[in-house]
């Protein structure tokens, strides 16, 4: 693949074209993030039907990853990201006008919760927000799986860890540090407005990416386009070959049981910060949220010293443990500043869990298959977040009869902790430094 490759100090202007792309996306990401869960708790006090929300936006990891692969090994990258972002312009504009229409008559969270009667539109709007999620996932599986394949065309392999941390650094701070609270200001406004701000955000994004200068098409697929695409063989070599490498196969299985844990926990987040902390004004739901990112922030400027200080598998264990501690507590000391302070050493972890994993695949998977292998990869590590969701709907709603509403919502951060320690063993025997320096040695010869 040719492309604008930076060497040296800088990154290149193709880089930070992408980093604009990312950063005007992921702020329309971010204030999406309290739009769709204020509206559905405008809705619906149910658990499980707040869940299900999030399940539709998931559900694609499980069924439409795999192809995305395959396309993503076939076509322009450049392009495929490009148009993704047009067709989420579209979803995100005709539910901002639904929205529109509907948003006079919905009462405030607050209401709902003491007691006042579910709007009429509710059903028809949580049947929108389903539909919307399913089609939103779908064009986000195929431009995030696109887009991490197009990293190594941009920058030398040797700035990776760099390139991908300044990335991870914008997309994390718009996404978790400035959208939310805006999208928190500005749902008490007009509910459609962050729809409506969100769909211009990713008309930048998508006129970012197209101005990247160079040919993106990985190796070889320029005469595999003018063929007819064989799924069965072309997804089975991309499984075949994660399958057959032990230390990306293991990081994928252990993304998927942190992935599943975790939302697990943050499945019900809307009404633990409603319910439980007793905030029920949007900005503040957003402000909460900027905990998380602010720790994210710090753990990608800090992730490629922290992870030469303590070797890349060391860096993944402390990962492990310091999300397992940190939601185990968020649910137990269940006090506003504790919680935003909780979050702040999550965002750390997860990040340096993200920027090691994420570089490792990049330097350790061919070109040729990068777009296949990181579908299968992601089917097994964000596949499970759908399934994550699903169960911590329905745990808080089994177990609310039995414990009361306040620790329905707290039980599912501490099974998720639980989880976290219980894995510890297997991560130990399959991420140490010693198997991961052992890949990358492989992958040079």
Known sequence: MSGATATGAGLGANYRKLFASATAANLGDGLMQVALVWLASTVTRDPLLIALVGVAGRLPWLFFTLPAGVIGDRFDRRLLIGWMDVCRVVVVVALGVLVWVHQGGLP?????????PEPASGPLLVTALCIAGVLLGCAEVLRDNTAQTLMPALVDKSQLEKANGRLWASETTMNSFVGPPLGGVLVTVALAIPFLVNAGLLAVSAAMVF???GSFVPGGAGAAE????NWKAEIGEGVRWLWEHRLIRSLAFLLGALNLLSNISF?????FVQDVLGLYEGWQLGLVGTGIATGAVVGSLVADRLTKRLTPGTALLVSIVGQGASIGLMGVLAWTVPFWLLGVASGVFIVVWNVVTVSLRQRLIPDRLLGRVNSVYRL???GTIAIGT????AIATLVEPVIGRDWALRSVFVIAALGHFA???FARRRINTAEIRAAEGAAAQ
């Open 267 to 271: 499945s019900i987040y809307v009404l």
């Open 423 to 425: 894995i510890l063993p």
């Open 380 to 382: 097994f590590g964000w």
């Open 226 to 229: 003018r063929t007819r695409i």
């Open 211 to 213: 101005a990247l200068v």
């Open 390 to 393: 699903l169960l911590g709907g």
């Open 108 to 116: 405030t969270p607050e209401q709902l919760a003491a007691g006042a």
